[in-house]
């Protein structure tokens, strides 16, 4: 077959480029993980606050169920069945948390970001997005029938000048960012964009905080806390996979936009809910979220280590977060270097296109709060 022979030339053509992907085996101890028998320091988890690596949070949270509460699915969409108490209390919880009217939980970031732009865009609805926002975004925007731009990365003179272009020809217009940017660890500048958007009465704000979510604000709610402007974001968005330890996706917004989104949206209305027993668990941590301030202070410290000494042995960063890129350039240099790394015992990513800018490769660190300031040293050393 044809097909078969054109896949076969394709990961080929990936092989050479060092650009093949594959699934890893791979066994988890606490902070550190166990690849090909060998033990190294976890650096490419999204377990921010390290939670998911604690005992205790789990013996905890497992004494508080019974047989009725441990239920490990909803059998159906949210819309048939599927909706469990649980799901009420975790969106009142959110909602109560961030002061919003409303808030609505979906099966993960990526069902979130694919399904609400397509929700509320029509032909009359022009996105403007930044250039490095992830996938699911993408996907989003691909599936909308909204037009898009997309400005060069956080370049608000560009986008100001977009939105002075074209508002006049649009219903709506969205902007549509991230809070913390994936593969750079840079920050969207939150109160600019809300001026800019204030300045015309047709446009929104959508903001991804899957990196955000858990990690900033004091009370972990995320960089919009942080700069104290949560009621200023129409959309505002995470995940719970990444710091709260859990699965899942939230929006924090208003109730007509919670009741549209369930009328409208496909990948809350054709999926099956999440399963309870995640929802109570989220719940649990959410519940406890605001106290995990050492462990955010503690994350702030250890990166802040990490990314002056990779300034310091002359790269460039431009990181505001604990995700610390360090660009290589060609994927192949950027795989070399991983696995070296991990030779020594660190457990580094090389980071390669699509997924990053061709010649932009590099080995993407993901520091946790579980790790300590005497793994970084030691991570240093091996660099
Ligand atoms: C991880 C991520 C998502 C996807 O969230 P999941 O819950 O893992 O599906 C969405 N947006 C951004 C920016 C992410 O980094």
Redesign the pocket.
Known sequence: MIIYEQMQQELLRLKETGNLRSLPHITHCGSEVIVKEQRMVNLSS?DYLGLAGREELREEFLKTLTTDTFQPTSSSSRLLTGNYTVYEKLEQQMADCFGTEAALIFN??????MGILPAVCTPQTLILADKL??A??IDGIRLSTAKCIRYKHNDYKQLNRLLAEQHKDFQQIIIVT?SI??MDGDEADLKELIRLKQEYANVLLYV?E??AFGVRGNNGLGLAEEENCIDQIDFL?G????ALAS???YIVCKKIVREYLINKMRTLIFTTGLPPITLSWSSFLLERLANFKAERNHLKHISKQLKEALIAKGYNCTSQSNIIPMIIGESQVAVLKAEELQRKGFYALPVRPPTVPEGTSRIRFSLTAALTQEDIKQLLKAI
């Open positions: 999204n993960s970031g990526y069902h979130a970001n926002v992830h699911s975004l991230e940017f994936s991804d899957a990196h968005i995940t719970f996979g990444k699965a899942g996706a």
